[in-house]
């Protein structure tokens, strides 16, 4: 037996409105499957992320989290010492690491990946982070 979220009182089953304050009562909806198609490949590398978590407890997902996480010191050494657009790769950003291996010798471009890399795996670690422990 259901009770009213206003006014406290036992309800019937399957009622809209409650019988001693008429307030109307919440149906039992189901909640919405999230069958959104991500746009492009890091947000589905996120959402297959956030499926996995969902089924993790708390610790584990620290864990998880730990595990996933990109590090910027690889991604700031592989753009100095390799070329700039292989730290963006290792960051996510295939199609903009690609372009600035192409135009590195412009020198511009590789010093541009060198900060891109950094920002790029700060933002995936933060967005990480709220998908793995701020779903709940
Ligand atoms: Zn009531």
């Known amino acids: 037996m259901p009770y009213c979220t206003s006014c406290g009182k036992e309800v019937q089953d399957g009622v809209n409105f409650c019988p001693h304050c008429g307030k109307p009562l919440q149906a039992q909806q189901p909640a919405p499957s999230r069958t ?11 959402h297959l992320i956030r499926q996995q978590a969902e089924k993790l407890s708390e610790a584990e997902k620290i864990m998880f989290y730990e595990q996933k996480k990109k590090s910027e ?11 700039g ?15 600035c291996i192409i135009f590195s010798w412009l020198i511009i471009p590789w010093i541009y990946a060198i900060y ?12 990480l982070y709220m998908v793995i422990l701020g779903s709940k």
């Open 85 to 99: 657009g292989a730290g963006q790769i290792y960051a996510g950003k295939t199609l903009r690491g690609i372009l």
């Open 36 to 46: 959104v198609m991500p746009m492009d490949s890091e947000d589905l590398e996120l």
């Open 73 to 83: 010191a690889i991604g700031i050494l592989l753009a100095l010492f390799l070329l």
């Open 116 to 127: 891109d890399t950094y920002k790029s795996i700060r933002d995936y670690n933060t967005r």
